[in-house]
């Protein structure tokens, strides 16, 4: 799934769900036609919120065969990317501002059969990914400063998401690139005309009345 690259890839956040009924998130993601399942992990110190781990994961893990996208909002992502690989993620996202050892997570993820990302503020320069494009399979650029769902897209972000789409040509690699924070039916024609495969939508898609529409719309290239 992570090599498709002909569509858009949707990936809702449960961020936006009711916590009361992960489940039923879950169902309303898959009846939407939506392609991936986002899930937040917050810490209370990498960013200002909580949210849950790996047991949710496992949980859900079992209603569901979806693809899971998890993004690590911790510090020292390393102590905790076993257990979301245990727990089922099918992607697991860390930020390179958390930890010193990027390039070795990367490795010990794909070494858990997993698909490995890596994810930037938006006050990192795009550049200092650099180096380990090479061993990320995603690479998740942040267009809001993470935490909370419905903040206003940073728009200066995208160019990170055009900077990546050409290092990746250039260099003849394969990662995804995806966009997070403020996606809507709006703000995604850009983030597609820059670059991004993966568009994650917390707030816009567990707001819509009708989320099939809303995903294929989004899908859409304007
Ligand atoms: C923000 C999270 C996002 C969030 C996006 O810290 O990483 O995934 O759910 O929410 P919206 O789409 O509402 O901006
Ligand atoms: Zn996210």
């Given at each position: 799934?992570?090599?498709?690259?002909?569509?858009?890839i949707v990936?809702?956040?449960?961020?936006?769900?009711?916590?009361?009924?992960?489940?039923?998130?879950?169902?309303?993601?898959?009846?939407?036609?939506?392609?991936?399942?986002?899930?937040?992990?917050?810490?209370g110190?990498?960013?200002?919120?909580?949210?849950?781990?790996?047991?949710?994961?496992?949980?859900?893990?079992?209603?569901?065969?979806?693809?899971?996208?998890?993004?690590?909002?911790?510090?020292?992502?390393?102590l905790?990317?076993?257990?979301?690989?245990?727990?089922?993620?099918?992607?697991?996202?860390?930020?390179?501002?958390?930890?010193?050892?990027?390039?070795?997570?990367?490795q010990?993820?794909?070494?858990l059969?997993?698909?490995?990302?890596?994810?930037?503020?938006?006050?990192?320069?795009?550049?200092?990914?650099?180096?380990?494009?090479?061993?990320?399979?995603?690479?998740?650029?942040?267009?809001?400063?993470?935490?909370?769902?419905?903040?206003?897209?940073?728009?200066?972000?995208?160019?990170?998401?055009?900077?990546?789409?050409d290092?990746?040509?250039?260099?003849?690699?394969?990662?995804?690139?995806?966009?997070?924070?403020?996606?809507?039916?709006?703000?995604?024609?850009?983030?597609?005309?820059?670059?991004?495969?993966?568009?994650?939508?917390?707030?816009?898609?567990?707001?819509?009345?009708?989320?099939?529409a809303?995903?294929?719309?989004?899908r859409?290239?304007?």
């Open positions: 799934m992570l090599d498709s690259m002909e569509k858009t990936a809702p956040s449960v961020l936006s769900a009711d916590f009361a009924d992960f489940g039923g998130a879950l169902a309303s993601i898959a009846d939407s036609g939506a392609d991936w399942v986002h899930l937040d992990v917050m810490d110190q990498f960013v200002p919120n909580l949210t849950f781990g790996p047991k949710l994961v496992e949980d859900l893990r079992r209603l569901s065969s979806a693809f899971f996208d998890a993004h690590l909002m911790v510090e020292t992502p390393e905790l990317a076993p257990a979301f690989a245990a727990a089922g993620a099918d992607a697991i996202t860390f930020h390179l501002e958390a930890t010193v050892h990027a390039h070795r997570l990367l010990t993820i794909r070494g059969g997993k698909k490995a990302g890596i994810s930037i503020v938006p006050s990192t320069p795009v550049a200092m990914l650099g180096d380990l494009l090479p061993y990320t399979d995603l690479v998740l650029v942040m267009t809001v400063n993470p935490g909370f769902g419905g903040q206003d897209i940073i728009p200066e972000c995208l160019d990170k998401v055009r900077f990546l789409a290092a990746r040509q250039k260099r003849g690699l394969a990662y995804l690139i995806a966009v997070d924070g403020g996606i809507h039916e709006q703000s995604a024609p850009a983030a597609i005309a820059a670059g991004a495969d993966v568009l994650v939508t917390g707030s816009a898609f567990f707001n819509a009345q009708d989320k099939a809303f995903v294929r719309q989004l859409e290239k304007k």
